[in-house]
C-alpha cells in the first residue's frame, strides 16, 4: 500500500512537469505520456531556426517572441531587478524608470494569453514596489480587477497603456550597458518590451535623440501624460549641431577601462602572455618550457580529461550502469590547471589562429609548435629555424602565421604545411616581433638592430625600413584602419609611423624603462603601452598635427610626454595589451 501511494505521488509530479512544459494536455493525466507534436507550429519551428543561424545580435531583438510562459516572464523580470539594484547610482536611477512599464506589460501579456492565476501571482509579487509610486496608484488600482480579455478593452485607463508607448530618457552609455546586459544574458523578452513598448530617448549636451525605432506609435510619459504634437518646433539648430561635432573633434576621446590580469606565485615568472580571440581563455609560455591555460568565465576553460582515465580498461562485460557513474568523473590525480608540455626550452611567443581553436608557440627549441584547444594536445611541430624562435603572429583573414628568430629572419607559414613558404631576409640582428597588417598583404619585423621593416607577402620584399630608434625594437601593433604602425622597445619612446609616408607622425615618451607591448583601441583613436616599468599609458593618437604632416623631415617630430592616462600597476610588469570589442582594454604580466 505504501508502494502505491509513493508510486501515485511520483505520477503525480511528472504529469505536472510534462503539462508545464506543454508535453501533455490538461485532460492525459494518467495516460501515456506522449509528446505534443502540435505544441510547435511550423511558423515557431522556422522562428527558432532563424535566430540560431541567420540573425545577429543585433536582429535578434526583431525575431523573438513575447508568447513566452508565466515562469520565463517571471524569471526574466526578478533578473531584471536584481541587476538595477546592483548597480551604481546613477545607472540605477535612471533604469529605475524601465521596472514600472516592464510590470504592467508582463502583468498585460499574461492575461492576455489567459494565465489569470500566473498573472495575479506575478501582480502580487511585485506590485509592492510602486506603491509608494503617486503616478502609478491609479494605473495598479486599475490592474487589480483586470482578470480577463474583455477587461483589457473596457478598461479606459487600460486600454491607453496599451495604445501608447511608455516615455523614458536614458544617458546613451547607461543604455548601451544595458541592452549589452539584456542580450548578454538571454533576456529576449524584456529586450522587445524595450524596443516594442518603450519610447527611449538618450539624453545629451544640446540634443535630446530618439534611439529605439519603431512603428510611430504616439509616445507618453508617466502613464497618462500626453505626447507633444506633430507640428512642434525642432529643438535641434545647425548651430548646435555645429557645437557638438566641433565638441567632439577638439576633445580627447573617452579613456577606457582596464581589466589587469596578473600571473603570481609562478616558478621563473611567464615570459609571454597571450588571449584568446573571444576573451574566453588567457595562456602564459614560461623558461621551464611550459605553457599554462585559465579560464576567464565559468565553463571557458577547457577540458582534456577523457571519461575513463588511461590506467582503465573498458571491457565487453562492463555493467553499464557502473559506465554512467563514471562518465564525467575525473581522476583524483588529476590538477585543475591546464599545462601543455611539448617544448624543450623557453616558450617566448603564444598566438592564436583566427578561429581561436589551434595556439601557436614559439620556443628556443628552434621550433614553432600548434596546439589544440579542444584536445589541448599538439598537433604540429614546424621546423625551419637554425637558431631559438623568439615571436610568433598569425593573419587575421587566414591560416598563415609568421615566426622570428635568432638567426635574423623571419619566416611565413600555413597551418597546413610543416615547411615555411616565405623567407624574409634583411636584418642584420635578431628579430624580436613580428606583426601582420589587418589587411593581411603586409608584415612588420621588429630587430635588435633599431630597425622596422614592412614586407610585401607576396613578393617577400621590403616595402619600408623605419630606423629612428635608439635601441632594439621590442613591439609592434598596427592600427585596426590600417594607416598607423606603432613600434616600441629599448629607447623608451613610442613612435606612431604613418605606412602612406613612411616617417614618423608621433613620438611619444612616458616610459622610463622598456616598452614590451602595445594596443591600439577599435576606433585607432588610441593606443595603450606597457612594459617594465609597471604603468600603462594611454597616448592620443587621432590629432595627427597638421605640421607633422607637412613637414618631410621626421625628426622635426615633437616629443610628447604626457599621456591621456597613465596607470601604475604596482610591481607588475604589462607583457600583453589589447582593446576588446567593447573598448575594455586587456592587460596581462607577473
Not at 506589460?105 to 506590485?127: M, V
Not at 544595458?178 to 524584456?190: I, P, Q, S
Not at 614546424?382 to 591560416?399: A, L, T
Request: aromatic residues 8%.
Amino acid at each position: 500500500m505504501i508502494k502505491t501511494s509513493r508510486n501515485e505521488m511520483i505520477m503525480t509530479t511528472v504529469n505536472h512537469y510534462l503539462r508545464r512544459r506543454q508535453y501533455l494536455d490538461a485532460g492525459d493525466v494518467g495516460q501515456q505520456k506522449k509528446p505534443r507534436l502540435d505544441a510547435c507550429s511550423i511558423q515557431d519551428m522556422a522562428l527558432s531556426y532563424a535566430v540560431a543561424n541567420c540573425s545577429s545580435t543585433g536582429q535578434t531583438v526583431s525575431f523573438s517572441s513575447l508568447s513566452g510562459d508565466a515562469a520565463l516572464w517571471d524569471q526574466q523580470y526578478c533578473r531584471i531587478r536584481t541587476f538595477i539594484a546592483d548597480s551604481a547610482e546613477p545607472l540605477r536611477s535612471e533604469l529605475s524608470q524601465i521596472l514600472f512599464p516592464s510590470f504592467v506589460r508582463i502583468f498585460l501579456e499574461l492575461i492576455a494569453g489567459d494565465q489569470k492565476i500566473s498573472a495575479q501571482r506575478f501582480f502580487a509579487k511585485h506590485h509592492s514596489m510602486f506603491s509608494d509610486v503617486e503616478e502609478a496608484k491609479q494605473l495598479i488600482a486599475s490592474l487589480e480587477v483586470v482578470s480577463t480579455r474583455d477587461d483589457l478593452t473596457s478598461n479606459k485607463i487600460i486600454s491607453e497603456f496599451r495604445e501608447r508607448k511608455y516615455s523614458v530618457t536614458l544617458s546613451e552609455n547607461h543604455l548601451l550597458d544595458f541592452l549589452n546586459y539584456l542580450k548578454g544574458d538571454d533576456n529576449l523578452m524584456m529586450l522587445q518590451i524595450l524596443t516594442q513598448h518603450l519610447d527611449v530617448s538618450v539624453k545629451g549636451p544640446d540634443i535630446v535623440e530618439s534611439v529605439v525605432e519603431d512603428e510611430p506609435d504616439e509616445p507618453h510619459s508617466g502613464v497618462l501624460k500626453e505626447a507633444p504634437p506633430e507640428n512642434a518646433p525642432a529643438d535641434v539648430t545647425t548651430e548646435s549641431l555645429q557645437r557638438i561635432i566641433r565638441k567632439l573633434k577638439d576633445d580627447p576621446p573617452p579613456l577606457p577601462s582596464i581589466h589587469l590580469y596578473l600571473v603570481i606565485n609562478a616558478h621563473k615568472g611567464p615570459s609571454c602572455i597571450t588571449m584568446s580571440p573571444d576573451e574566453q581563455l588567457l595562456c602564459a609560455g614560461f623558461e621551464d618550457s611550459r605553457i599554462q591555460l585559465w579560464g576567464l568565465a565559468p565553463g571557458a576553460r577547457p577540458d582534456p580529461v577523457p571519461v575513463f582515465g588511461v590506467s582503465h580498461l573498458r571491457l565487453a562485460n562492463d555493467h553499464p550502469e557502473d559506465i554512467e557513474a563514471r562518465i564525467g568523473q575525473r581522476p583524483s590525480n588529476v590538477s585543475d590547471d591546464i599545462v601543455l608540455r611539448a617544448h624543450s626550452d623557453a616558450v617566448y611567443g603564444l598566438s592564436f589562429l583566427t578561429d581561436h581553436r589551434y595556439l601557436l608557440s614559439a620556443s628556443t627549441d628552434k621550433t614553432v609548435r600548434l596546439w589544440d584547444m579542444k584536445t589541448c594536445s599538439n598537433v604540429v611541430c614546424y621546423r625551419g629555424h637554425n637558431y631559438p624562435v623568439v615571436s610568433v603572429d598569425s593573419s587575421p583573414v587566414s591560416s598563415f602565421f609568421a615566426s622570428s628568430s635568432f638567426d635574423q629572419t623571419c619566416l611565413l607559414w600555413h597551418s597546413a604545411r610543416n615547411y615555411p613558404l616565405r623567407t624574409f631576409i634583411g636584418h642584420t640582428r635578431t628579430v624580436n616581433c613580428v606583426k601582420f597588417h589587418p589587411n593581411g598583404n603586409y608584415l612588420a619585423t621588429g630587430s635588435s638592430d633599431m630597425s622596422i621593416r614592412l614586407w610585401d607577402l607576396q613578393t617577400a620584399e621590403s616595402k619600408r625600413v623605419f630606423s629612428e630608434h635608439k635601441g632594439m625594437v621590442m613591439a609592434l601593433a598596427f592600427s585596426p584602419n590600417g594607416k598607423y604602425l606603432a613600434s616600441a622597445g629599448e629607447d623608451n619612446h613610442v613612435k606612431v609611423w604613418d605606412l602612406t609616408m613612411g616617417r614618423v607622425v608621433r613620438d611619444f615618451k612616458g616610459h622610463t624603462e622598456m616598452v614590451y607591448s602595445l594596443a591600439f583601441s577599435p576606433c585607432s583613436s588610441l593606443i595603450a603601452s606597457g612594459g617594465h616599468d609597471n604603468i600603462i599609458n594611454i597616448w592620443d593618437v587621432d590629432k595627427i598635427t597638421s605640421g607633422s604632416c607637412a613637414s618631410s623631415d621626421a625628426t622635426s617630430v615633437p616629443v610628447e610626454s604626457t599621456p591621456l592616462g597613465s596607470y601604475p600597476t604596482k610591481s607588475v610588469s604589462v607583457y600583453y595589451l589589447n582593446f576588446s570589442k567593447r573598448n575594455f582594454l586587456q592587460a596581462a604580466g607577473s
